[in-house]
T-cell receptor, first 110, second 115 residues
Framework: SQQGEEDPQALSIQEGENATMNCSYKTSINNLQWYRQNSGRGLVHLIL?????REKHSGRLRVTLDTSKKSSSLLITASRAADTASYFC??????????FGAGTQVVVTP | KAGVTQTPRYLIKTRGQQVTLSCSPISGHRSVSWYQQTPGQGLQFLFE???????NKGNFPGRFSGRQFSNSRSEMNVSTLELGDSALYLC??????????????FGPGTRLTVL
């Protein structure tokens, strides 16, 4: 079974708009990571947020973490067509196992 | 540094056969993890190897096995293939820091089709 659940499953926006996706998880975590996958290829690490952090930025990405609600959000600002991809959250449990959510498919149209 | 490489990239097998997939991690990375990705089940963790030892294991049957060599290269084997084993198999390596944070670097995957 998967630890994280992303919401929404799919998102379609226009270039320049912001994209927000959420991830909820079930058990306590050491950290939470976000990855991007372009159409059937390998995943690319985007950002890692530790369990004692609440917010983190990387370029046009902003990640928040609320451990009391067991949820995280990923915001992509000023989206571009190249941001079209599937986005996954992944949690690391106390054993070091990385478990991925089902992913959010994002389509950015010019 | 070269990234994670996986061979072969594509593979077609028939039911009942066995298959071996190979993964070369980034130089210096000692942890190698394997994942299975299917449209129905998403990304599922198979197992992780660290310094030639299996450190973590997902919920897959014993037909799925793996190993890691002294140079950190890893192989996974699937015996008695079933149609449901058709998937993208992803390998990832990581360099654990002193606090155990494990950013995963993924290879391009091996697309296995079982007929």
């Amino acid at each position: 079974s998967q630890q994280g659940e992303e919401d929404p499953q799919a998102l379609s926006i226009q270039e320049g708009e912001n994209a927000t996706m959420n991830c909820s998880y079930k058990t306590s975590i050491n950290n939470l990571q976000w990855y991007r996958q372009n159409s059937g290829r390998g995943l690319v690490h985007l950002i890692l947020i530790r369990s004692n952090e609440r917010e983190k930025h990387s370029g046009r990405l902003r990640v928040t973490l609320d451990t009391s609600k067991k949820s995280s959000s990923l915001l992509i600002t000023a989206s571009r067509a190249a941001d079209t991809a599937s986005y996954f959250c992944a949690t690391t449990d106390s054993w070091g196992k990385l478990q991925f959510g089902a992913g959010t498919q994002v389509v950015v149209t010019p | 540094k070269a990234g994670v490489t996986q061979t072969p990239r594509y593979l077609i097998k028939t039911r009942g056969q066995q298959v071996t997939l190979s993964c070369s991690p980034i130089s210096g990375h000692r942890s190698v993890s394997w994942y299975q990705q299917t449209p129905g089940q998403g990304l599922q963790f198979l197992f992780e190897y660290f310094s030639e030892t299996q450190r973590n294991k997902g919920n897959f049957p014993g037909r799925f096995s793996g190993r890691q060599f002294s140079n950190s290269r890893s192989e996974m084997n699937v015996s008695t293939l079933e149609l449901g084993d058709s998937a993208l198999y992803l390998c990832a390596s990581s360099l654990e820091d002193s606090e155990g944070y494990n950013e995963q670097f993924f290879g391009p995957g091996t697309r296995l089709t079982v007929l």
